[in-house]
């Protein structure tokens, strides 16, 4: 039996204010970090809840009247960005909005930064910056103790509540004030790009320069968001992946209730043989010069690494795509939108495309867009998916003091449409560019660090046309092997599209087994246990690897036994 279960209150009708967005996209938060719980709809509740020991709202919605005697008889209730009418056994009051005039309702909590206090929680100990989110409902804590205050989208303090836990007979609440899942999708996505964006002001992030581009769109705060490089004085960058830092919070969120009630949560980690994160390098085929593509294939083949390179069309000569080709590494597409001649159409996408195909006789499920080229909101994940592409590179960084997380996340994640519907294409994004030309060897550690302690994606891209130039080769072997040092292994996109699919189609039918829908090996299961020996988001499991055939299900007290 799952005794966690998962609800998302529908939206309030147009033109009603709303304290949650794209609440559905819980689905992609849990199954992307493999959390055994169960999905439950509103209606269901009533039925089920006595079968619960935690449960998790989004939203604001009616729950049954047995709601409060189920936390006070030792029930977890976790609420996001909901109150639900049931202000006291959350331990807080909702806030009416500043003026009441037309189209009042709920006081929606607008843009701001989660700012933990001081006294450490297991639910925001990985918060090492003020987390930025973008509404939530306003609301001030009574019985309940604070864990997490609001701070203003300027920074100032306000009174608002961001996280508050409190004990309700023998169970307990957490209201978190924040619209999580709107948050992340606004941040992973950013909005839709028609125009230059705001640049930096500090000259380093220039995006306003007549090129439309995926960071015309990014909505992370040049100021609040980005930290100063170490050893790189002058260079702020987006250093934490704050999309990513809010999963978290909900994955901190469930496990700590699941402990509270004696409740199993064990999860299908996200890599194989539990590795702590994945690293991957693209390479752009700019220029398309044989010498510079030879170098960076040697530089490869002495480091033993594939990587996934993304070719323009008409580009290299056959013969050097072959030798990459036999080398073992990925055949991906470089969609040139910004040459004279090559415009921004689906015409033109589509014509570079069987251009490419034709070329070298290849079908490339992985894209990267010259110079991060973007327009429109999600059109361009159409395109993609129309010709069969799986993965998608585009969203990142393309000037220097963008570097890092503009994006709020490692990757890989499953965008949305306008209407929160899984668009399926994997976005892994951009990270940084050439070390030494794009960006200073010196941010390579803090974005390893960073992706390590998210269990993340490390994306480097290497430019063959800069592989000569002074520094260049050495930054990027110390950058494979100081991750490799770090436990990480460097695939393909290619690979990692591959696994990331089959491992969320290992799916958990009970709290101790799961069910295959594909052959996969090396999947990792983490159960929750004082005594194992492996750390992931503030709590300790032991792993156990298992291998499935299709339809085959694993029990995991049999494997243990073994
Ligand atoms: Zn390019």
Redesign the pocket.
Known sequence: MISIGVCAFAQPAANAPTTTAYANYIDEIIERDGLCVRRVEPVELVDVLADLKVLLTIGEGTLPESMTDWVAGGGRWISIAGVCGLPEVLGVEALPPAYALWGAGACTLGEGYLQPEPENHVLTEHIEIPLHFFNGIAARATTGKVIARCLSRHGKVTDRAGIVENRHGNGSALFIAVDVTGTIVRIQQGTPVTRDGAPSPDGTGPSSDNVLKSDDGQVLDWEFDRSVVPGAPGLMAFLHPVADMWREVIDRALLYCAREANAPLPLVWRWPRNLPAVAAMSH?S?LNEPENAALMLQTLKELGIRTTWCL?HPGLPAETVRAIESDGHELAF?Y?AMSDGCPWSEEEFVRQYEGLRAEYGCSPVTNKN??LRWEGDTEFYDWLIRRGFQMDQCKGASKTGEAGFNFGTTGPFFPVDKAGERLDVLEAPTITQDLCIFAPPEIAEPLRNAVLKSHGLLHHLF?PAHIAKPGVADALKACVNDARTAGMEWWTFARLNEWERARRMVRWTDCDSLVSETEIDDVAVLIPDDKGDTQRWGFTFRSSVISLKPGETAHLKQEQRQ
């Open positions: 752009d700019d323009m470089h040139d010259h110079y430019h």
